[in-house]
């Protein structure tokens, strides 16, 4: 099964627009075709950035979809420091990533990571998308 850790950007799209590609990653993991995984750090920044930041969205919707998240991923705790971002806050993202041995770590903001980390590559969603399309089993979308 492909495992994944999402950057806030992902959720926040997800709440933003239901049908969307961050949600449609989402659905994936409720259908339990790719599996997501959170750090209790992952986790606090989604509820920070939801609360704090007004991109239009209603703040229930999104803390119902982080509240989704949060059910459906697996909680790992990192155990390493990482130093590799080029924003210092994006660092827990490759931290969750390293302690999941995630496959992907799917974000909007590819340039503030490196192309790649330990077993993990960057993507976008609809990068990771079309390794989904070109994966999945016959019968799945």
């Not at 990653?25 to 950035?49: G, N, P, W």
């Amino acid at each position: 099964m492909i495992r994944l850790v999402l950057d806030t950007n992902v959720i926040v799209s997800a709440a933003l627009s239901p049908k969307g590609r961050g949600a449609f990653i989402l659905e994936l993991a409720s259908r339990q075709l790719v599996q997501l995984f959170v750090s209790e750090k992952t986790m606090a920044e989604y509820i920070d950035v939801v609360r704090r930041v007004k991109v239009g969205i209603e703040v229930r919707a999104a803390l119902r979809v982080i509240q989704n998240v949060h059910h459906l991923a697996a909680v790992v705790s990192p155990t390493r420091k990482v130093k590799a971002c080029s924003d210092p806050y994006d660092d827990i993202f490759l931290e969750c990533a390293e302690a999941s041995k995630a496959h992907y770590l799917v974000t909007e903001n590819v340039r503030d990571f490196p192309k790649t980390w330990k077993y993990t590559r960057v993507v976008r969603p609809g990068q990771f998308l079309k390794v989904w399309d070109s994966q999945k089993p016959l019968g799945l979308s």
